[in-house]
């Protein structure tokens, strides 16, 4: 049984009963004799694996047929750079509403031209623009959003109108907390250790008409390549993707994305209540876009914001430090943090408030 809740924002807490299992499925994999770390990934029992876990992530996403899954390396700071090495052409527009936008545009101008659409900097990444806020090109070749940003606890309530342009999101901290219509994306990328499994594994969501083969690119780095091979140009990681498919099962037996949405959002709603309703603890983030998965708060005190941290910890209540580059406290709520630990920490808010 758990000791505490850790709130860390990733590598994040997985499901208890996705451990459980595993861990009666590590030494003897359902009869096989070997654990799924020892197996060959080019054997027929991993392969049933592999195939299982694509299925059931297209079939709980409502992947339509004309994208197609990728397991890679490398997490999603490795698709900063994937995305504009295999998708830019002329020039790509990127939208900076935090620090990992902001990284995957850097990483994207050293391959090519690329243009900043918005900077939400300016108001020190407390909201997201609307759409008429957006300097697009309308002939660029994709544009580029993040869609949770873990940091500043903001999110996009929206998906943007970009004409006709690829969309492409890096949606690593907020896949699978709710429904996502994947028709509108050109590419979805997310590393996997915040809702879907342990570090070490991205899944890219890739709209098949967009993986265009280039052979100035090392193969590994091409997404036809990839998809040619099926991910397995080299070793997957194999145990991440295992884990994965245990996370997909554990959804789905949950209710699927609706359920999560409505759990999340309940989740949610009772750490902002507690803000909305304090004098001591601040939310910057404006509330047209707050964070279902990251509530960020503080108390504008320093030291004060230390000893909330030091006495959460304390009591079980674990990783609740902020980013070191905006500090404050910020409590992730991913999918697998279940309501109790939500509840007592709200209640601990409250206590650390009357006390303060």
């Not at 504009?84 to 990483?107: C, H, P, Q």
């Not at 999340?264 to 001591?280: P, R």
Request: aromatic residues 8%.
């Amino acid at each position: 049984m758990r000791t505490v809740y850790n709130f860390s924002a990733g590598p994040a807490m997985m499901p208890e009963p996705v451990l459980t299992r595993a861990a009666e499925e590590m030494l003897d994999y359902r009869g096989t004799g070997m654990s799924v770390m020892e197996m060959s990934h080019r054997s027929k029992q991993y392969d049933a694996i592999f195939q299982s876990v694509k299925a059931s992530l297209r079939e709980i996403m409502g992947i339509p047929q004309t994208h197609q899954i990728l397991f890679i390396q490398g997490g999603a700071t490795l698709q900063f750079s994937m995305v504009a090495m295999n998708l830019l052409k002329t020039s790509a527009d990127y939208v900076i509403t935090g620090e990992f936008s902001g990284k995957a545009a850097k990483e994207a101008a050293r391959l090519g031209k690329t243009r900043i659409a918005a900077d939400m900097a300016s108001c020190g990444h407390t909201r997201i623009p609307s759409q008429s806020e957006l300097d697009l090109d309308p002939s660029a070749d994709y544009v580029h959003i993040c869609t949770n940003n873990t940091i500043f606890g903001t999110t996009w309530n929206y998906v943007p109108q970009t004409g006709g342009v690829p969309l492409v999101t890096d949606m690593s901290s907020s896949i699978l907390s709710e429904p996502v219509d994947v028709s509108k994306y050109g590419l979805i990328y997310a590393g996997a250790q915040k809702n879907m499994g342990p570090a070490g594994l991205a899944v890219v969501i890739l709209r098949e008409d967009l993986a265009v083969p280039n052979p100035a690119l090392p193969g590994y780095l091409s997404y036809a390549a990839q998809l040619k091979g099926d991910s397995m140009i080299n070793t997957p990681p194999t145990y991440g993707i295992y884990l994965l498919g245990l996370v997909l099962d554990w959804v789905r037996d949950m209710g699927g994305l609706e359920h999560m949405k409505r759990y999340n959002t309940q989740k949610a709603a009772l750490l902002y209540d507690v803000l909305d309703a304090s004098s001591l603890f601040k939310s910057g983030v404006d509330k047209s876009c707050r964070s279902m998965m990251n509530v960020v708060f503080s108390t504008g005190d320093a030291e004060l914001d230390d000893k909330f941290v030091k006495e959460a910890a304390a009591s079980g209540f674990v990783t609740l430090k902020g980013h070191r580059s905006v500090g404050g406290m910020r409590a992730s709520i991913y999918n697998a943090m279940p309501m109790e630990g939500v509840e007592k920490l709200a209640q601990f808010m409250r206590d650390f408030e009357r006390k303060a």
